[in-house]
């Protein structure tokens, strides 16, 4: 089983910046792909960043040049800087990984909790 630990959303003011956090517990032998997912009530979850197991990344457009991911090399983190924060952000971020926990299995994708996180004056 893999156990995935969102932390840093909450309440900032329009332009202002967050920064979520994502660790993932459990028995792992290594993560792949790791990933941000956002919703709003009534609509799809949709992407919002991902980061390779060698640091690419991709971002959906609207948060490019806004938003920032990385990954922690030391434990089995994935970050999310969020920079510029308009009210449209507001929505709940989950984070995805992708986990290898045995060499018998393919790997497994974890979702975390959901962290909310509200753009507003």
């Known amino acids: 089983q893999v156990q995935l630990v969102e932390s840093g959303g909450g309440l900032v003011q329009p332009g202002g910046s967050l920064r979520l956090s994502c660790e993932a517990s459990?028995?792992?032998?290594?993560?792949?792909?790791m990933g941000w997912y956002r919703q709003v009530p009534g609509k799809q979850r949709e992407l919002v960043a991902t980061?390779?197991?060698?640091?690419?990344?991709t971002y959906a457009d609207f948060v490019k040049g806004r938003f920032t991911i990385s990954r922690s090399g030391a434990v089995h983190a994935v970050y999310l800087q969020m920079n510029s924060l308009n009210p449209e952000d507001t929505a709940v971020y989950y984070c995805?990984?992708?986990?290898?926990?045995?060499?018998?299995?393919?790997?497994?994708?974890?979702w975390g909790q959901g962290t909310q996180v509200t753009v507003s004056s």
């Open positions: 995805n990984v992708d986990a290898r926990t045995s060499w018998s299995m393919p790997s497994i994708s974890a």
């Open positions: 980061i390779t197991r060698n640091g690419r990344t």
């Open positions: 459990g028995i792992i032998l290594y993560t792949d792909d």
